[in-house]
Structure formats: structure tokens, C-alpha cells
């Protein structure tokens, strides 16, 4: 039934070279898909004018406001009619991917049977916005399509001024930095709060991402309005035997240039064994020669370097838990924004605190709700009404740990200050109860 | 008569049931990793359990031909399991190590690179371009594949001093992110409007407060109600393209690409950063981009000879000063390098710490 194929002379050039070719994969499908056939005509029409052909639109499925992204082809002849007709609608189903985008071959041949049935057979594992995106499919599909996927478990993910399909990194699946169950939290807070998903209703789009530690692999803190990343309170573990293993490898010279000049707040140092000063907050490795690595946690940020260069022999702490930030997001409007620490600590283990977390998250979609602008995120909206207000409404207590260094300038009206002293004692007391 | 069917909503499903048996086991209790070679990764749990993973390079976009092929050598070769990375790479998890050389074999004999670990650049991380964005300047799997196939060895052979993460971007919007080094699309010239269709496709009190620099007004344009642009205001950031097609300001030939570096997202060593401009009126020249890539390629090798082990781009530069990243990459120092948004006055050097 296949179209005629149409001439392709610079999508062509993409199929040479060592790294595999989405043309070569395109043009497969096009053997049977007259859909296909014409979607490479318009890609190299694209590629032809370096302009884009396709414009928005709206469809969706039975019940929801979101997760299909509409494309409807502008590439039209004089009499207003589609130069690639087959692919003159070709619109993408944004589906939510099991949390850590893990799979079982059973589940992949069947989503790719899926969608050579209702579409063009080309999927995107992953979109940047973390969602598997089956691509090219015409209006009157999509909503088969959706209930096939759907009865078997999988959902849409967000779209528009909505709450987002979420990413968490691999974490507990399979890495001893992992600080807590990743997977857990992100379904916890998720799948509490589908109605904002579901509906688009919000002022803007809101995401929440999480990573299992500092190394933050799934980028939380610049691509999330809420980053939750894992963090400890105690002491960096040591496993003595993998701290010497990696000692014999490497030698003095590289633990001191790798490591100890490399932890951003000097806290790694090397002694001679007889000086150790073993305290209750400071983690010891022996290193077989007389020497020691000292490392001082009242002075570790837990930036991860030292336990990213000797894996095994340095492991996170017991007392462990997450960081929440808050604000991070992309260039539009007053430039791109790195979350920044709402809440320095909180522990998530328990049930109660994965309720908790699930409270913190409804908390910060409601505020969102009501007190920002229209096509605002919540980095500039804090922007705008300063972290204190922000704190204020979530209902958060000031912590030095939110700021790098405190106020620069005198342009401040400061009459409450005893007021605010009085607030400082009784938070001390309360954290000291 | 049946009516519509409703949705389950059932929201992020379960990774559980899908994730490999040994990993599912020790879910929460590794203790250790190591990187025996390029493209393999080792992690044993506190049960003594080990696992293998192997890494490949994928098009992302992937026809279902390829999804079948890359089930093909999990089930063949692998242990039927297999996850996506945020970059869309594909890693097969083996508790056998006996499997490793194999499965390497079969995903190279099929064309997909392994590699992507530890201290390589990995896959870019990218986004949707003429293939299925609405405003796109540019492509962004092309661009991709042109890029990766300048960089496979770096892919495969893992020998820069850290990590390196690439992002591309087919508008300033920037849905590919932060990254080590970033390909962006610059508009440089304000937006074209077709005043014809203004009145009937856009909300224009909405365009208007969508311009981060008030550069917009409404106004009457031959009788009809359109908008406006102050050209001497207009930074040129394409914001006003989204709710209002009609302010085309897509442009061919004056539409180019820029190239920023210094991104991070992890907190390893030095706080998260942003990238910054390095380059910029480069072409925006399809189908392989190859003034874009010889920048890129020659940041990567200054960086690779120059970096010390375990400084990512951003802690390189940091070390050696910006005048020296210019000077060593012999990228020209212009004055658009000079900040003028928000927060500018922050980014001069209030000191005399020169190097000479
Ligand atoms: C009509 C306008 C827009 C369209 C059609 C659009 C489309 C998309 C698409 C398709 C993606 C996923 C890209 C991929 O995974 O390949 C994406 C991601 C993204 N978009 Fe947009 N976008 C639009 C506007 C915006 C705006 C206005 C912003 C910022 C203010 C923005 C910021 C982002 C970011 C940061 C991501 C990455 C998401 C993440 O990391 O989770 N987009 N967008
Ligand atoms: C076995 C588990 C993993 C370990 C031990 C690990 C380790 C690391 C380390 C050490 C860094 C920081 C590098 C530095 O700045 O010094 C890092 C960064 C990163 N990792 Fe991983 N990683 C793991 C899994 C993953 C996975 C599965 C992904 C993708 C899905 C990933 C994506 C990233 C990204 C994107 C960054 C860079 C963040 C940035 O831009 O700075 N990692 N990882
Ligand atoms: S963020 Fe940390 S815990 Fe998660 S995969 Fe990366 S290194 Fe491991
Ligand atoms: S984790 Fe702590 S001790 Fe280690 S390098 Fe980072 S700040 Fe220093
Ligand atoms: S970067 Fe811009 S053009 Fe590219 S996918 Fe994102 S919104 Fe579309
Ligand atoms: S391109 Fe940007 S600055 Fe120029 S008018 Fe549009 S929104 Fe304003």
C-alpha cells in the first residue's frame, strides 16, 4: 500500500556516519507507512526552507484536558490543500514512563505493536519532559490508541498550564548514593495530584523532579519547580578496605589533587595516623601507611565528590533524607533559575513522611494556584514576592541555609526586629525540644 | 448504548514488576560501583548480588523496527530487562557477567555504540525541532546525529577529565537545558509580523505581557487592530512567537546558532551552574551543521588537554580564568559577552585579580 517515497536529498545525507540514524529509522517505516512517506516529505521541506510546518491545535482524549501535543501540517498548496496529506495531522501522545524508565522487553515489543497499529511507529524514549512520546497519529486514533494504552496501565502525562510528568534518577534501582526511594516519592506525588495533570488549570506549567543525591542525574534543581534530592545528617560512611584499595591504585598525589584540594569546603584532610583526632562528627579512613584521611561533616556540604571518586570506600550517612528546592526553570521569562532550599532536611522513610512530602507538594500547587500570574513559574513569581512572602504562604520557617550570604544592602525597613528576634529564640528552643 | 469510556487515571505506573529481578532484590541496599570499561558499569549490594550494566548509544526517535531490535538482543543476549537514561541511552542489566562481551558484540554488530559512561560525552540531550515542535528554528535530531557522529570516539571511549553533558536547543526557549556545552538557536533580527492575521490569531493583550522587555505594543495597522515592535528594544528571545505565530521570528538566514558552555546541574565540588555565551553567529546550516560542530569539537579538545581529572567544564574554567578559556580556544572576545540583563554587575570581575 506504501506511497511513493519522496525525494530526500538532505534527510539522505543524515543516514551516513557511525552513530545510528533517526532517517534510516524513519525510512523503514515509511515501506509500509504512508504516514511516514509523507512526514519525511515535510521534514525535508523543513530542512529545505529551515523553517518549521506545523501548528498547534486541539485534541485530546474522553475526559481529560492534556497529554496529546496537536500538529497539524501549514505546508498547503495554492488551493489550501496539504502538500504531505498523509501526514497532515500528526499528533504525539505524551505517556507517563514507569518511574526510573524501567522496562521488560514484553512491554516494549507490545507498546511498539501499539502504535504500529494506531500511528506512524516512531516513538521517543525520552522526551525531555521525562514522557514517552508516540508520535504521528491522525485525530480519530488517538482516542483508541489512548484507551489500548490505558487498559493496560499506562496514563497521559501533562501538558499546558499543568502539573507535568515527573523523572527520577535510577537511585535505589541500582546506586549506593541513593538517599531515598526515588521511585516511591515520585509516584507518591504524582499520582496524588493527577487532577492538575489531567486538567489543566494552573497558571503555568509546574514539575517536580527527583534525585536520589547531590549528583542530581536527573537535573532537579534546574529543571523542576520543586527538586527533591537526597541528602544525610551524620557522618560520611567509611568501608576502610575500599578506601585503601582505592589508595593503592592510586597513591598520595591523587587522593590530595582528586580529593582532598577538590571538596569545595576543606573539609578532607590528610594526617598522620598518631594526630587523629577521632571525634563524633568526623569520619576516619585508615590509610595503611601510617596515615589517615580525616573528613569533618559539621563542615561537609555533601556535594558528593569525594564519594563520587572512591566509590564503596565513602558512602552516604544512615541518618539520611531529602533537600526540597524550590524555583528552578528555563530561560522565559526574567532568565533561567536554579531551585534554591526551601527546606534544608526533612527525613522520607516512613509513611508519615511520605505523607508529609505528598502535603508539602499539594501545599506548593495550591499556592501556585492562586498567587501567581498567568504564564508564571514559581521561580518568578518568587522573584516577585520575595522567598520570605513565599515561605510565609507555604507555611516554611526561615533558615540560614536558604541564603549564600545575607542581605548586601541598608534599603530595608527593619522596626520589627525585635519582633522577629523573639521568633529567631523560639524556633531555637523548638528545634532544641 | 455504550457512552464515552473514562479514563483510568492512573498516573506514573509502578517501575517494579518491569525492573530486573536482582535489582528489584537489593532495591535501596548497594554499596559499591566501578567502571571495569568503557560503556560498562559494576554495582554489588551489601547481599553480596552483582550486576552488570551495558550502555548504547540510541537515535531516540526510534521506528518500531529498531525498539524490536534493541528486544531482540535484550532477550538474546541480555536478561529481557533494559531502562532508558535521561539522555536516551539504553542500558541492558546482566546478573551473569559471562553475558557482557556478548551483549557488547551484538549491540556494536547492530550498529549501536556502546559506551556513554563515566568520563565520556554522552548523548545529547535534545528536543523535538522540525520533527514535531511548532516554533522550532532549527532541527534538533539532526543536529544530533550530525553532532554524535563528530563525537563517537569521545562516546565510546570515555577519556575526558569528567563528565561531559551536551544539550542541544532548536529555539532560546532551551527545552535541551543546562549542559557542559550547550547549541543554541539566536534569533538575531526581531520579529517579521504578518499584520494580516494578528487580530484574528492572537490574543494580543496576552503577546503584549508576554515580552520580557515591554518591546510590544498594539496598534492599527492598516485599519485593523495588530501589534507593534520597538526593533531598538527587542532582544530578539522569540517569546512572543508562541502565543502569536504571526510575529515570525523564525528567520532562515538571520536565524543562527550559539554555542554556550559551563553548565552542571550536579552539586559535585562547585555549586549547580548555568552555561554561558561563547559563541554565536554561527550558521544555522542543515543538514550536518558543521561550523557548529568545529566549535564544539575545539572546546572539547582544549578541555580534554587542559582539564585536570574530575573538573567537569564549568570547574575547568573556574581554575583558569576566562581570558584563558578565549585565548586557549582562540574563540574571539566580543561585546556581546558582556552581560546586560538582570543580575549583570554581579558577573564583572570587581577586583584586580588579573592573570597574566
Ligand atoms: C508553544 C510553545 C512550546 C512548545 C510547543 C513546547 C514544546 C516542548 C516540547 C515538545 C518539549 C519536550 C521536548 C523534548 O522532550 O524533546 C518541551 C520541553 C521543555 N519546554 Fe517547552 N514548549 C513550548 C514552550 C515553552 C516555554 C514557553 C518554555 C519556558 C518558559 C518551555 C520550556 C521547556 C523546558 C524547560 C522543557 C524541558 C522540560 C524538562 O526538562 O522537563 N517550553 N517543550
Ligand atoms: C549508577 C548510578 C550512577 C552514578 C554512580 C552516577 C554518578 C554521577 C556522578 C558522579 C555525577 C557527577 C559528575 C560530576 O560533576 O563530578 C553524575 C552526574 C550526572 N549523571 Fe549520573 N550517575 C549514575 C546514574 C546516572 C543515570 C542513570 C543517569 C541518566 C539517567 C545519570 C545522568 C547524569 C547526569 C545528566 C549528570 C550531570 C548532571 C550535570 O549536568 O551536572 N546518571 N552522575
Ligand atoms: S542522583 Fe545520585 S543517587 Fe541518583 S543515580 Fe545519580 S548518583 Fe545515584
Ligand atoms: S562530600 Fe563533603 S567531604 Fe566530600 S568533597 Fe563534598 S563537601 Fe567535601
Ligand atoms: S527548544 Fe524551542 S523549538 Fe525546540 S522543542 Fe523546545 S520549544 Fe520547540
Ligand atoms: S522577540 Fe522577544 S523581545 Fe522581541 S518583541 Fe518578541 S517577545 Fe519582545
Known amino acids: ?433 | 448504548m455504550a457512552g464515552p469510556r473514562h479514563p483510568i487515571e492512573s498516573g506514573a505506573p509502578d517501575p517494579m514488576p518491569l525492573m530486573h529481578p536482582v535489582m528489584k532484590k537489593n532495591y535501596g541496599k548497594w554499596v559499591f560501583h566501578s567502571h571495569p570499561k568503557p560503556g560498562v558499569l559494576y554495582h554489588r549490594a551489601e547481599s553480596g548480588d552483582e550486576i552488570w550494566t551495558v550502555k548504547a548509544g540510541t537515535q531516540r526517535q526510534m521506528d518500531v523496527y529498531t525498539i524490536r531490535e534493541l528486544c531482540d538482543i535484550a532477550d538474546k543476549y541480555g536478561e529481557g530487562h533494559v531502562r532508558f537514561t535521561a539522555r536516551s541511552n539504553i542500558e541492558y542489566m546482566v546478573a551473569d557477567q559471562s553475558k557482557v562481551e556478548p551483549l557488547i558484540k551484538a549491540l556494536t554488530d547492530a550498529g549501536y555504540p556502546v559506551g556513554g559512561t563515566a568520563n565520556s560525552v554522552s548523548m545529547i540531550a535534545h528536543t523535538q525541532g522540525f520533527l514535531h515542535c511548532d516554533i522550532p528554528g532549527t532541527d534538533a535530531s539532526g543536529v544530533v546525529k550530525a553532532l554524535m557522529d563528530e563525537l563517537y570516539e569521545e562516546f565510546v571511549k570515555c577519556e575526558m577529565p569528567n563528565r561531559v553533558k551536551l544539550s542541544t536547543s532548536c529555539c532560546e526557549i532551551n527545552c535541551g537545558g543546562q549542559a557542559d556545552i550547550a547549541i543554541i538557536m539566536q534569533h538575531t533580527k526581531p520579529p517579521k509580523i504578518n499584520h494580516d492575521l494578528v487580530a484574528n490569531v492572537c490574543e494580543r493583550p496576552a503577546v503584549v505581557a508576554r515580552c520580557p522587555v515591554a518591546a510590544i505594543r498594539p496598534a492599527l495597522v492598516n485599519g485593523k487592530p495588530s501589534l507593534e515592535v520597538d526593533e531598538k528594544k527587542c532582544i530578539c528571545c522569540g517569546a512572543c512567537y508562541p502565543p502569536c505565530p504571526p510575529m515570525q521570528i523564525n528567520d532562515p538566514e538571520h536565524s543562527k546558532i550559539a554555542v554556550w558552555v559551563g553548565g552542571k546541574n550536579s552539586n559535585a565540588r562547585s555549586r549547580p551552574t548555568f552555561h554561558k555565551l561563547v559563541a554565536a553567529g554561527l550558521p544555522n546550516n542543515a543538514p550536518r551543521w558543521p561550523e557548529a560542530a568545529a566549535v564544539v569539537k575545539k572546546i572539547l579538545a582544549v578541555y580534554k588537554a587542559d582539564a585536570r581529572p574530575w573538573e567537569r567544564m564549568a570547574d575547568w574554567i573556574d581554575r583558569i580564568g576566562w581570558p584563558r578559556f578565549f585565548e586557549k580556544t582562540g574563540l574571539p572576545f566580543t561585546k556581546y559577552h558582556i552581560d546586560d540583563w538582570r543580575g549583570h554587575r554581579a558577573t564583572f570581575n570587581a577586583s584586580n585579580h588579573i592573570r597574566f
Open chain 1, 1 to 433: 500500500m506504501a506511497k511513493k517515497m519522496h525525494d530526500t536529498p538532505m534527510l539522505d545525507q543524515l543516514e551516513s556516519g557511525p552513530w545510528p540514524s533517526f532517517v534510516t529509522g524513519l525510512k523503514r517505516l515509511a515501506k509500509d507507512n504512508d504516514m511516514t512517506v509523507d512526514l519525511l516529505g515535510q521534514l525535508e521541506a523543513s530542512y529545505r526552507d529551515t523553517k518549521g510546518y506545523w501548528k498547534g491545535g486541539t485534541v485530546g482524549v474522553f475526559g481529560y484536558g492534556g497529554g496529546v501535543i496537536p500538529r497539524f501540517t501549514e505546508l498547503k498548496d495554492e488551493s489550501g490543500k496539504p502538500v504531505y496529506p498523509e501526514a497532515a495531522e500528526f499528533h504525539t501522545l505524551r505517556v507517563q514512563p514507569p518511574a526510573g524508565m524501567h522496562y521488560d522487553t514484553k512491554t516494549l515489543r507490545w507498546m511498539a505493536d501499539v502504535w504500529e497499529k494506531y500511528g506512524s511507529g516512531l516513538i521517543a524514549f525520552h522526551g525531555q519532559s521525562g514522557d514517552i512520546m508516540f508520535q504521528g497519529i491522525k485525530t480519530e486514533n488517538v482516542q483508541p490508541a489512548f484507551d489500548e494504552l490505558n487498559e493496560a496501565g499506562f496514563d497521559l502525562g501533562g501538558a499546558g498550564p499543568a502539573l507535568r510528568t515527573s523523572m527520577s534518577c535510577v537511585g535505589a534501582a541500582r546506586c549506593e548514593l541513593s538517599c531515598f526511594d526515588e521511585a516511591r516519592a515520585l509516584r507518591t506525588v504524582i499520582n496524588n495530584n493527577l487532577d492538575d495533570m489531567h486538567r489543566p488549570a494552573l497558571p503555568y506549567k509546574f514539575k517536580f523532579k527527583f534525585s536520589g543525591c547531590g549528583n542530581d542525574c536527573v537535573n532537579s534543581i534546574q529543571r523542576s519547580d520543586m527538586a527533591t534530592i537526597g541528602t544525610w545528617r551524620d557522618n560520611i560512611q567509611v568501608n576502610n578496605d575500599l578506601v585503601q584499595a582505592y589508595y593503592k591504585n592510586h597513591g598520595m598525589t591523587d587522593l590530595v589533587n582528586d580529593v582532598v584540594s577538590m571538596c569545595p569546603t576543606r573539609a578532607i584532610s590528610v594526617v598522620k595516623k598518631a594526630d587523629v583526632k577521632a571525634g563524633e562528627h568526623t569520619s576516619v579512613a585508615d590509610l595503611g601507611d601510617g596515615n589517615a584521611m580525616c573528613i569533618d561533616n559539621k563542615n561537609c556540604v555533601r556535594c558528593m565528590h569525594c564519594l563520587n571518586v572512591i566509590p564503596g570506600g565513602l558512602l552516604p550517612g544512615k541518618d539520611k533524607g531529602v533537600t526540597i528546592l524550590v524555583g528552578g526553570k528555563g530561560v522565559l521569562k526574567i532568565g533561567a533559575t536554579m531551585g534554591t532550599v526551601v527546606i534544608p532536611f526533612m527525613k522520607l522513610e516512613s509513611d508519615e513522611d511520605f505523607e508529609k512530602l505528598n502535603d508539602l507538594a499539594r501545599n506548593m500547587l495550591d499556592f501556585f494556584a492562586e498567587n501567581a500570574l498567568e504564564h508564571e513559574r514559581t521561580g518568578e513569581m518568587i522573584d516577585r514576592i520575595g522567598l520570605v512572602n513565599f515561605l510565609d504562604g507555604i507555611g516554611l520557617e526561615i533558615d540560614p541555609n536558604m541564603i549564600i550570604h545575607p542581605r548586601m544592602n541598608p534599603y530595608v525597613r527593619t522596626d520589627g526586629w525585635d519582633e522577629e528576634v523573639a521568633k529567631a529564640e523560639e524556633r531555637k528552643n523548638a528545634a532544641a525540644a
